[in-house]
């Protein structure tokens, strides 16, 4: 079966830099694109990221551009999301998701 696991999360500073892993099976990794979500406490889970399956093309929210990098290992079905000069508006739980399949989430606290 789908199985999505996020790790990585925690408490970092504001400036701070933290990396998400997603480590995926059950499925043909390479063949689909994934996606990186978050949710802050009281808010819509919103798309902070997305990469094609090949790693080629990849977008992102506004609110993250220039900060946040979207990768993938195919070898390793593992998806990334590099996140440098965090804000306490980051704060949030992260998810990646592919097709209709969600992980758990990883709690992300950016806080001085």
């Known amino acids: 079966q789908v199985k999505l696991v996020e790790s990585g999360g925690g408490l970092v500073q504001p400036g701070g830099s933290l990396r998400l892993s997603c480590a995926a099976s059950?499925?043909?990794?390479?063949?689909?694109?994934m996606r990186w979500y978050r949710q802050a406490p009281g808010k819509e889970r919103d798309l902070v990221a997305i990469?094609?399956?090949?790693?080629?093309?990849?977008n992102y929210a506004d609110s993250v551009k220039g900060r946040f990098t979207i990768s993938r290992d195919n070898a390793k079905e593992t998806v990334y999301l590099q996140m440098n000069s965090l804000k306490p508006e980051d704060t949030a739980v992260y998810y990646c998701?592919?097709?209709?399949?969600w992980g758990q989430g990883t709690q992300v606290t950016v806080s001085s």
């Open positions: 990469i094609s399956g090949d790693g080629g093309w990849t």
């Open positions: 059950g499925f043909v990794f390479s063949s689909v694109g």
């Open positions: 998701k592919t097709i209709t399949f």
